[in-house]
């Protein structure tokens, strides 16, 4: 007689909730290996300091930064004024920290600007393709051949120097790349599987593009938006520098090009404004390194 075999019964494996358990969330892991990185925990304490002087210094320090408080040309170190005075007699620290503000504000919000015209225009064109990124893309590659200083000058100059118009001006020459950067990543999402799921399922297309692709194009545009921000301040500094820059708001530009002429007698007038400026673009850098590196998995060092 052959002996009977219970049936083999299958044991759950408990490797796999245990694993899903113990994996960890794609945030956080980016959030971690950030806060790893040197480079940008310096980049962003820097970004802090600048921020902090900026949005308390003019209560901690309330002086007029127009005002003439001492004799022009002072040196730095000197009893009325601690960073020395430029060619009109005002103080050079109350001017960089009554500008930070102005400079800052600018650099935010017509990166800002740049960010929401470059991604609604790359994820019309890589999402519907044909007709519409064809004449989409005629028109970036209009605005990427045209010089952005030039067009930014002239936008300025019909409207009156303001920061409103300096951070329009700024913002609607400077989104091209982000909307190159957009449209390949639309093109590349939209291929997917879950993507082509929800087609099938009937969803809209706004959704789709705004709740299903761009959540999942958003780490190389976070790391954009951050970049994009030094380069609206340097872009800001340069309008001010040829003297179009608002001239009731002190901005870190607008004292570097107002001293410009008295760069070999008054080099502090050019200095520290222009250090100030080297600093914020620098920490807005390395954050964005820093971002680049958490964000994009091939860069991650494991």
Not at 88 to 112: E, K, N, Q, S
Request: aromatic content about 8%; some cysteine.
């Amino acid at each position: 007689m052959n002996a009977i075999t219970p049936p083999s019964v299958s044991v759950p494996s408990v490797a796999a909730p245990q694993a899903a358990a113990h994996a960890e969330h794609p945030a956080r892991e980016a959030l971690r290996m950030f806060l790893r990185n040197p480079s940008a925990i310096a980049g962003m304490a820097m970004l802090l300091i600048v921020l902090l002087v900026a949005i308390a210094g003019p209560w901690i320090w309330p002086a007029d930064p127009f005002e003439i408080r001492t004799m022009p040309l002072s040196p730095p170190f000197s009893e009325e004024a601690w960073l020395g005075s430029d060619q009109l007699g005002r103080d050079v620290l109350t001017g960089i920290i009554h500008g930070g503000r102005a400079t800052l504000l600018v650099g935010a919000f017509a990166a800002l600007l740049s960010v929401c015209i470059g991604v609604t225009l790359g994820a019309m064109a890589g999402y519907y393709g044909g007709r519409v990124d064809a004449l989409l893309m005629r028109v970036t590659e209009f605005f990427q051949v045209l010089p952005a200083l030039l067009f930014a000058m002239v936008v300025v100059t019909l409207f009156s120097p303001s920061l409103v118009t300096v951070t329009l001006a700024i913002g609607s020459v400077s989104w091209p790349a982000t909307a190159r950067l957009t449209r390949a990543e639309f093109m590349r999402i939209r291929q997917l599987e879950f993507v082509r799921a929800e087609s099938a399922i009937g969803a809209r297309h706004g959704r789709i593009i705004w709740k299903v692709i761009l959540p999942n194009a958003l780490p190389p545009l976070v790391v954009s938006a951050t970049l994009a921000v030094g380069a609206t301040i340097l872009f800001e500094a340069g309008l001010s520098f040829l003297g179009l820059g608002d001239p009731n708001q002190m901005s870190w530009g607008l004292m570097i090009g107002s001293a410009r002429q008295y760069l070999l007698s008054c080099w502090w007038a050019v200095a520290f404004p222009g250090a100030a400026i080297f600093v914020t673009v620098l920490a807005v850098s390395l954050i964005g390194d820093g971002l680049n590196d958490a964000l994009n998995p091939k860069l991650r060092e494991r």
